[in-house]
């Protein structure tokens, strides 16, 4: 009877021990899941040092699809050089300023956007306060023979450089890609973009929604496809950068409390509505570098542009800045040729395929119009109308007979390029640094201290139990 008893004990002690080795155990693993991400945590429930996720492995890495650079050159040389040269960029006089028709009748059905913030206005500028150069008419450019591209001819290939010929001021010249008439001033306004923000404006339903279903089922070839070509996927996947741009814009400054005007990040939608997609991620770098690329490509024409505002320090400033940036030794090093635009347009099908892209993106642009809310119209047509200059800066030139042929642009083109350089530049920057948090925030892959110890204290109490 005793013998029985003590061996029951033996046994009772046994499994007592093989449970508390199991809880501990389970308790160790459970810290060094959840350390990964997290502040360290002692079993005693206080917190040393953080440690810092965005240490971890680069979520892209490789080089950016398409191009010629990769994920991590791209996020050293935004933040190190081209993000702060943009920002003081466009703050100068000369890019501060673009000329926009606000309101447009919609081409394609009736406008019943509404808005419900006073965010959505734009504050047009008065006269006297945008530079007095930008009132004078444009100077006439070449003839407009010498600006027509080589159409039709199969045998027509990009070439990669632009004629460095002086700079014969700035141009009424219309662009291929676009759709707007720049050339109409009568109906045309200035707007300060620094006074007028891209942010959220509480511009939401069918209304903003019909404006992208648009964008995408009836001009944008439908993507992933594999009969897609090149310059078809190259199209998309410029749309769905510039898409995902905006939406970071949008969610970077977002108004968190309308009841105490309290405006800050909104990671929640930036994940919802492009970190979730990789794929967008990856397609807003593709676009940043493709602009990046026509920056430098037109680099002998801008550098000669003049940056006239009648106010000699802000315009030497300027043109020093755009220098900086243009031949940047780090740039040039590390990502000299950003994106390789020889490549499209070969074959038979090139001419008429570029015709086609070519009249599916000016569709695009003619879709802005359809904007309900005014301060999305204005940025929505200002970097239309970058995307566009870009496209008539990487292929403008078609084929070795055209060599001489000299890039000619609109004072508002080069501003709109610019600055649609900047707000790609930010976007590529916010999504670096704030991306691993968002994701982290909504995965659920930080675990909350005070959750861990208490599950730590819970399993412990069990075992104690026992």
């Known amino acids: 009877m005793v013998e029985s008893e003590v061996k029951k004990n033996k046994k009772s002690e046994k499994m007592r021990c093989r449970w508390v080795t199991g809880a501990f155990i389970t ?63 466009v703050k100068t006089p000369f890019f501060r300023y673009f000329k926009v028709k606000l309101w447009c009748n919609c081409p394609f059905w009736p406008d019943d956007g509404m808005c419900r913030l006073r965010d959505c ?78 942010r959220y404006t509480g ?26 070509c ?25 108004l968190l409390d309308e009841a105490t005007n309290l405006w800050g990040h909104n990671l929640k939608l930036m994940y919802d509505r492009v970190l979730r997609y990789p794929y967008r991620v990856e397609n807003l770098y593709f676009t940043f570098l493709f602009v990046l690329r026509a920056v430098t490509k037109a680099a002998d024409y801008l550098e000669q542009a003049e940056y006239d ?41 090139g001419p008429e395929l570029k015709q086609k892209i070519q009249a599916q993106f000016k569709n695009i642009s003619a879709l802005m119009d359809c904007v ?42 080069v501003i709109a390029l610019m600055n649609l350089l900047n707000r790609l530049s930010e976007s590529v920057k916010f999504v670096h640094e704030m991306g691993p948090a968002a994701e982290n925030l909504i995965e659920g892959k930080i675990s909350s201290p005070t959750r861990l110890n208490s599950l730590v204290q819970r399993i412990w109490a069990s075992t104690v139990k026992t």
């Open 27 to 89: 308790i160790v693993l459970a810290i060094a899941l959840a350390s990964r991400c997290t502040p360290k945590i002692s079993l005693f429930g206080h917190t040393n040092k953080s440690c810092h996720c965005s240490q971890e492995k680069h979520k892209y890495s490789g080089i950016v699809e398409d191009c010629c650079c990769d994920y991590e050159t791209v996020d050293h040389l935004n933040k190190e050089v081209l993000h702060p040269l943009l920002q003081e960029l």
């Open 309 to 349: 505002t009648s106010n000699p320090t802000e315009d030497l400033k300027t043109q020093s800045l755009m220098k900086q940036l243009l031949y940047n030794p780090k740039l040039q090093a590390a990502c000299p040729l950003p994106f390789d635009e020889a490549k499209l347009w070969k074959g038979q099908r």
């Open 121 to 198: 206005s734009v504050c047009e500028c008065p006269d006297s306060e945008f530079p007095e150069s930008f009132k004078k008419p444009y100077r006439r450019g070449l003839p407009s023979d010498d600006l027509m591209c080589q159409e039709g001819k199969p045998q027509a290939a990009v070439d990669r450089t632009l004629d460095s010929k002086a700079f014969r001021g700035w141009t009424e010249t219309d662009n291929p890609w676009t759709y707007d008439d720049e050339t109409d001033n009568s109906e045309m306004t200035y707007v300060n973009l620094q006074l007028n923000p891209e």
């Open 230 to 254: 090149q310059e078809e996927k190259i199209l998309y996947k410029l749309i769905s950068g510039l898409h995902s741009s905006i939406s970071i814009h949008i969610a970077s400054d977002y």
């Open 372 to 413: 309900g809310c005014e301060k999305c119209r204005l940025w929505g047509k200002l970097q239309v109308l970058g995307l566009g200059t870009a496209l008539k800066i990487l292929f403008s030139v078609n084929g070795e007979e055209h060599l001489g042929q000299t890039l000619q642009l609109q004072r508002n083109e």
């Open 203 to 228: 511009y939401t339903g069918p209304s903003a929604r019909r404006i992208w279903d648009a964008v995408y089922s009836e001009n944008c070839p439908k993507y992933p496809a594999e009969e897609l």
